[in-house]
DNA sequence: GCACTCTAAATTGTATCCAATTTTGGATTC
DNA sequence: GAATCCAAAATTGGATACAATTTAGAGTGC
């Protein structure tokens, strides 16, 4: 896998981090030591730290001083607030995407789907979350938007530490319906309805949590990280 | 200044060399060497190539593979992309905020209202331009919602630079007044007109933008830092 | 048996060092 | 005189080294 010509830098270790808290591989709480990332990717302390800093500063990870990093676990105000900006940002950025989607747009979103719900049959919960996430951030690229679309990026991951915590009914594929809604929203280039869409999609997923206690919380181990 | 108990770390070079750009004291495309820097604050490359790599990550400073650190130079589609983006979420902060605003934070806003007054009445144009950003700032931390501040505070700061490169209308305080109609909307707890001033004074900041040539673009010393 | 303390190991923060790349300046050529 | 090329200087990327802090654990006392 990183055998040839993979050249590791401190983004690609961040982007495989952040892979690994997306498909819940890596929990919140999770301790994020500098030699041991290290030592996985085969580079030094140097890239590691920067690695971890950019991931701070996503939100992904928190880092405590002299004490290290770990995999940040979003408080019930954090997670509210996350759903809040989304729905400040997602509903009108569906709304310019379906002024511009073209059919190639729309087949991309359709291959998502489908990934999704064979994810979802073959039982692997982590990759149909991350499909599930990546949909939305499709939506941002579609309207051409990449400044409100690197919002929307970080405020997913981050959704998805929020979903590791708190996340309540289980086995309810919810999103398979509201996808596939918004898919058809954008193929007919009804940017009211797909910002409705979007706005009542947001608010379920919000609904959706138990933001009373947390579930998840111990912590793995990040030998998780390579494969 | 930076004499006694004052521990300088990556943060705090963040912060200074932000509120250099802010100021305008930095202009865009200005480059700045780690050992410059470093010598400057008195602190190895080490902790300076962390604060680099922060700024980076706001957008306010651009990072060039084995060419160094050079404040950031936003492209006109660039441009555009920031005030959309706060376009959608200052706006509807700004009705949080209404409904939120006490007295204390009226009379902070004032305050910040009236320096900025004071620094347009000394030809302090920098300082001006600081505090108006930082008004905008203060409203989304009434709004009490962190996690929206946070992007709306790297919004600003990157306005910063668009306003350096592409601002036009010189001389018009233009600021003013919309700020002390925002003031009063606040403190009246009208949301709805707070959410329209605020979405109109977007609309007029950008389009006091001449979004065909830029106007700055020699690049100063970062010694105009330490101060 | 439990708590406390003190020491040793481990981990992070920062500085320094070396290799690799870029930049600069001058000499050469047309 | 202008462009090109080559070598020296400067700068960045990354690894290592060392100091400071935290963590773990054994030992002691009650």
């Not at 010509?5 to 030591?33: M, N, Q, W, Y």
């Amino acid at each position: 896998m990183d055998g040839a010509g993979s050249d590791i830098t401190a983004e690609t270790i961040a982007a495989d981090i952040a892979f690994a808290v997306h498909e819940h591989r890596l929990a919140p709480g999770s301790k994020l030591s500098e030699d041991e990332v290290g030592h996985v990717f085969g580079v030094s302390r140097t890239v590691v730290r920067a690695a971890l800093q950019r991931l701070a500063h996503d939100r992904l990870v928190e880092l405590k001083r002299n004490r290290g990093a770990f995999v940040a676990q979003p408080s019930v105000t954090e997670a509210r607030e996350v759903f809040e900006a989304r729905a400040l940002l997602e509903p009108r950025t569906a709304r310019s995407a379906a002024r511009r989607a073209t059919p190639d747009d729309i087949g991309i979103l359709q291959r998502h789907i489908d990934e999704e719900h064979a994810a979802v049959r073959e039982g692997s919960a982590g990759r149909a979350l991350y499909l599930s996430g990546r949909f939305h951030l499709e939506i941002a690229r579609i309207a051409d938007q990449a400044t409100i679309a690197e919002f929307i990026g970080q405020l997913v991951s981050r959704s998805s530490l929020v979903i590791a915590l708190y996340w309540e009914r289980r086995g309810a594929l919810c999103e398979s319906h509201a996808h596939h809604a918004l898919l058809r929203a954008l193929a007919e280039h009804d940017g009211a309805r797909a910002e409705e869409l979007m706005q009542s999609h947001l608010v379920d997923l919000l609904t959706s949590l138990d933001l009373r206690n947390r579930t998840s919380a111990p912590t793995s181990l990040s030998q998780a990280l390579k494969l």
